[in-house]
């Protein structure tokens, strides 16, 4: 970087962090230097603890990425934003409330966070759990939303394929209440789950992927649910070895890859870290560093499966 003056802003620092990303090293480099060098990034909450979280059984690959992620937070001044309001801010926003929208979200501010609200968060999450009402004609489209949900809490940051989600959401459809009921067809259910709500948000989003034809489910969504059940809940398998038969990019399979083996699910971390390795392989060649620690985050995973002599050949 050779300006002197510089903001390198990243929304949501998670899919910066983890193997081949961000690292106490390259944030050094950033920041070194004459000048005003900043770097500014979001992280919401739920994403830290799901990233920082010590695994219940600690192993090599986990403690490396684990510590490489807390030393690059650890460089950072944290300014916590808070879900409410506190008494002076709230003040300062009624003093805005020729504004309907600002209006209508201070008079729920003993109930939500302003800014969640003006999200239209706490709305699209009653539409999604109302949803899975007998006799609402949308649980489909609360299917395709569960998928979506759990692919992201399984490691899928980048906007997962539609072709994903509808392979995965018939099974969420057979676990609520069964094909007896008759949901509505796929195609009201993608636009029901693609609605724009206050104009602005949707539970699902179009969001432009590897195939062109990605969808991003609203981040409220997938923070209740992983609230609710904690950072390192499981996923089930049928969905890892989907979203793994999907995946377009090396990170998304390391995700995927690290969530498994921080909670001790070796022969899940071995496929998402085989993805992970082909697709740098194809894409960066054999001795490029990310590639060279895929392998050795493959080779680690075989020596805990007992299957020394393959993990021998990748050192």
Aim: proline content about 4%; some cysteine; overall charge negative.
């Amino acid at each position: 970087m050779r300006t002197g003056r510089a903001v390198l802003w990243l929304s949501d620092l998670e899919h910066y962090l983890g193997t081949g990303g961000l690292t106490r090293e390259h944030i050094a480099r950033i920041t070194a230097g004459k000048g005003h060098r900043v770097i500014l990034a979001t992280l919401r909450s739920v994403e830290q603890a799901r990233l920082t979280s010590h695994p219940a059984e600690p192993d090599e690959v986990a403690r490396s990425t684990g510590r490489g992620i807390r030393e690059a937070l650890e460089q950072a001044h944290t300014i916590r934003l808070a879900r409410r309001f506190t008494a002076s801010e709230l003040e300062r926003a009624q003093a805005c409330t020729w504004d309907d929208r600002i209006a209508s979200a201070v008079q729920q501010a003993d109930e939500f966070g302003i800014a969640e609200y003006l999200a239209s968060g706490p709305e699209l999450q009653r539409d999604y759990d109302n949803a899975w009402d007998v006799g609402g004609g949308t649980l489909r489209g609360a299917a395709l939303v569960s998928a979506a949900i759990d692919c992201r809490r399984a490691g899928y940051t980048t906007p997962a394929p539609r072709q994903l989600i509808e392979e995965l959401h018939t099974a969420y459809i057979d676990a609520q209440v069964g094909q007896r009921l008759r949901p509505e067809s796929l195609e009201e259910a993608w636009a029901w789950a693609t609605r724009p709500r206050r104009a602005t948000t949707a539970l699902l989003s179009p969001a432009p992927d590897a195939t062109g034809d990605g969808v991003a489910v609203f981040d409220y969504l997938v923070d209740r649910k992983q609230l609710a059940e904690g950072p390192l809940a499981q996923i089930g398998e049928p969905v890892i070895h989907a979203a793994l038969a999907h995946v377009h990019h090396p990170d998304d399979a390391e995700q995927i890859a690290f969530t498994a083996h921080r909670q001790g699910r070796y022969h899940l971390a071995e496929q998402g870290y085989r993805t992970a390795l082909t697709l740098r392989r194809r894409k960066l060649g054999e001795e490029h560093p990310d590639t060279l620690t895929s392998r050795g985050n493959l080779a680690t995973v075989l020596g805990e499966l007992g299957r020394l002599e393959e993990a021998q050949t990748l050192n």
